[in-house]
Nanobody, 125 residues
Framework: QLQASGGGLVQTGGSLRLSCAAS????????IGWFRQAPGKEREGVSC????????FYVNSVKGRFTISRDNNKNTAYLLMNNLKPEDTAVYYC????????????????????WGQGTLVTVSS
């Protein structure tokens, strides 16, 4: 089970840190992905961190602004979002997979077999 939290309302340029708490499986063995779905749009991959924490991937639109991390001792992954923009407004989901994806495959939703319920991030202009 995954529980995403930390969303909220923030002004343009502000920051939020999302958390993804895992339970019921061995967190250390899982790659964690963050996805988001904006109103009227398809869900897209935002970032991904492999189980070791050594490999991280980002969608181009968030590079340099978002940082993904994980604390395996706390069974929790994080997404630190800085310099937020109105176009970052979306419901953010975390997901987990035992697959260690490649840069070309981490956004494929079908490889993730655990999903959280989503947390809403709203960025006002």
């Amino acid at each position: 089970q995954l529980q995403a939290s930390g969303g909220g309302l923030v002004q343009t340029g502000g920051s939020l840190r999302l958390s993804c708490a895992a339970s019921g499986f061995t967190f250390d063995y899982y790659t964690i992905g963050w996805f988001r779905q904006a109103p009227g749009k398809e869900r897209e991959g935002v970032s991904c961190i492999r189980y070791s924490g050594n490999s991280k991937f980002y969608v181009n639109s968030v590079k340099g602004r978002f940082t993904i991390s994980r604390d395996n001792n706390k069974n929790t992954a994080y997404l630190l979002m800085n310099n937020l923009k109105p176009e970052d407004t979306a419901v953010y989901y975390c997901a987990a997979t035992t697959i260690s994806p490649l840069p070309s495959t981490w956004t494929r939703e079908e490889i993730y077999n655990h999903w959280g319920q989503g947390t809403l991030v709203t960025v006002s202009s």
